[in-house]
């Protein structure tokens, strides 16, 4: 028996009615699934709304990689979002500059090209230039500005999703705020303040309260700020001990899930509620072969040197997770020059857990892949110059992620859910190609952007598994639409 209410909302609650949802902005690696909202696309496709929500923080103590993981988003974002911008806040003045994201950028294709001293699409400013809160104010009012009613429609595009109505959601161009680190942003009203007194000064015991009170205006700003301009603000924030004056009575831990004495450092209390997604960097350690005493997995065949540590393991907490999957302990692979290595995670991530592991302990296989070869030694190799080697493992990864987070609902059910050995096996006897399959990206795009290559997720594997649908691109109802590119 349904219930219907006597008489409706009214125009004005009506006129406040929220979107259906709000756009997330993939950054691939294992960031996507474990926060992701499963949507349809028009062909029966679905996506993962899941990545980049609209605030991040990252949260390590010194030398933890932190701010590798917050350039690895932003330029997520710019190379997966072609007409969006970015805006980094280096409060730490690190000396990196445009020079080190040009470097980093090197790993996306769509920014190969990019000059990051162009001023283009990206902005990058630091404490010297800026005080914090002033920093603030200009954002607000660039976010703000895209926006404007002289703005808006012409920032408006559309994305793949689709409404209860049957038409396309439409979203504005994101745009990432970069702050690293919000434990040295600061407040021009308190520096000046604090300007005449000596390092030593007893007036200056309140500095850091004072910059807290600062810094929570601008973390409570940000829930409506980001959601209204469609913005991703990514800041980091140093972990360190935790001490308490009474240890017979110790203060209770910022974080639920944060161990130990841990507690993270000069942030407003408003910091651990207002935060869509924090990722905790547990440990950073240079991952080592124990004979050769070189990294477990070189760059290239024969490029072995012992005492290099170049290559890092960081062991990642999802502190807080309102996509859910508060909790999950995952590992990533970075490199101190390179970066992030998202495939190299995802590889990593897959042997570690022996989930779709074909071979030996010397030459080995991923089930989804199972063709190509792998040893430690050329694992490495292989990833960079093998794009659906790349592709496969992305799949792989998120196959086992699945079943960890269990990021199911009514339109696809855990009964679907498969280990990768069956999975490649059925859809190669349905008549799939797997290397069209893995000549494809997992990343939603705006349709107005020339998608080069059709997006596949392994929920859209796992549905043609079950027989309930098509590659979108092979339809003859897709084709009829004549699309510009292979938007779906």
Not at 183 to 191: C, D, G, H, I, P
Request: charged share 25%.
């Amino acid at each position: 028996m349904s219930f219907k209410p006597s008489m409706g909302f009214g125009e004005n609650l009506q006129q406040s009615k929220a979107p259906e949802f709000r756009i997330c902005c993939n950054v691939g690696s294992m960031f996507d699934l474990p926060n992701a909202t499963l949507l349809k696309g028009k062909w029966g496709n679905t996506f993962l709304n899941g990545g980049l929500w609209n605030s991040t923080g990252i949260v390590g103590p010194n030398n933890s990689f932190k701010s590798t993981i917050s350039k690895h988003f932003m330029l997520s974002l710019m190379a997966n979002y072609g007409y969006s911008t970015a805006i980094t806040m280096d409060t730490e003045i690190s000396g990196t500059g445009p020079g080190r994201y040009q470097e980093l950028a090197q790993a996306f294709d769509a920014l190969e090209n990019y000059d990051f001293t162009s001023g283009e699409r990206w902005m990058y400013t630091t404490n010297a230039e800026r005080y914090g809160d002033e920093f603030w104010s200009d954002v607000k009012e660039y976010l703000n500005g895209k926006v404007s009613k002289e703005n808006k429609k012409a920032n408006t595009f559309t994305t793949p999703f689709m409404c209860s109505d049957g038409e396309y959601f439409k979203a504005v161009i994101p745009t990432a705020v970069e702050i690293d680190s919000l434990s040295q942003l600061t407040s021009k009203a308190v520096e000046e303040k604090m300007a005449g007194f000596d390092a030593s000064d007893s007036k200056r015991n309140m500095e850091d309260m004072a910059n807290a009170k600062a810094k929570s205006k601008i973390v409570r700003d940000i829930p409506v700020i980001t959601a209204l301009s469609n913005s991703f603000i990514i800041t980091t924030a140093h972990v360190g001990e935790k001490k308490d004056l009474d240890p017979y009575s110790p203060s209770m831990n910022k974080f639920q899930l944060q161990k130990g004495n841990r507690t993270v450092k000069y942030i407003p209390e408003s910091f651990l509620f207002n935060m869509n997604n924090v990722y905790e960097i547990n440990v950073a350690k240079p991952l080592i072969n124990p004979t050769t005493k070189a990294p477990e997995f070189p760059k290239t065949p024969g490029d072995e040197f012992r005492g290099d540590t170049d290559l890092m393991e960081l062991t990642i907490t999802i502190l807080r997770g309102k996509g859910g999957s508060t909790g999950l302990v995952f590992p990533l692979l970075c490199s101190q020059t390179e970066g992030l290595l998202p495939s190299l995670s995802d590889f990593y991530f897959v042997k570690t857990n022996k989930y779709g592991i074909g071979g030996n302990d010397r030459s080995y296989f991923i089930d989804l892949y199972p063709d190509c070869s792998l040893s430690r030694t050329t694992v490495r190799s292989k990833i960079d110059s093998d794009p659906k080697l790349r592709r496969a493992l992305r799949l792989q990864a998120d196959l086992l992620l699945m079943n960890l987070v269990h990021k199911t609902n009514s339109d696809f059910p855990t009964e679907r859910i498969c280990t990768p050995d069956v999975l490649y096996k059925d859809i190669k006897e349905m008549g799939y190609d797997w290397d069209e399959l893995l000549d494809t990206v997992n990343e939603w795009h705006f349709r107005e952007e020339a998608q080069t290559k059709p997006t596949l997720t392994i929920y859209d594997l796992l549905n043609m598994r079950a027989g309930v649908y098509k590659p979108y691109w092979q339809t003859e109802e897709w084709k009829k639409t004549k699309p510009v590119a292979m938007e779906p």
